[in-house]
C-alpha cells in the first residue's frame, strides 16, 4: 500500500467508525466530537500492519473502540 492509498483508506475508515460510534455526532458537544475523532485516528492508525487487508484493518479499528 502507498502512502497515498494509506491516508486515503486512514480517512475513510476514521470517518465511517466515528459515524457509526457517535451516530453521526448528533448530540455531542464540539469537544466531545473532536476528542473522540482524536481516538478513532489513534484507533485506525494502531490497528494498521503492512499487508493488512481493509476488512481486518476496519475490523481491527473499529474493536478498538468498541
Do not use: P
Request: proline share 0%.
Amino acid at each position: 500500500m502507498t502512502e497515498q492509498e494509506y491516508d486515503d483508506n486512514c480517512s475513510d475508515i476514521v470517518t465511517k467508525i466515528w459515524d457509526i460510534t457517535t451516530a453521526h455526532g448528533w448530540d455531542i458537544d464540539d469537544d466531545l466530537q473532536e476528542e473522540h475523532m482524536h481516538n478513532c485516528h489513534a484507533a485506525v492508525a494502531n490497528s494498521y500492519f503492512k499487508g493488512i487487508t481493509l476488512s481486518v484493518w476496519w475490523d481491527r479499528a473499529l474493536a478498538r473502540l468498541t
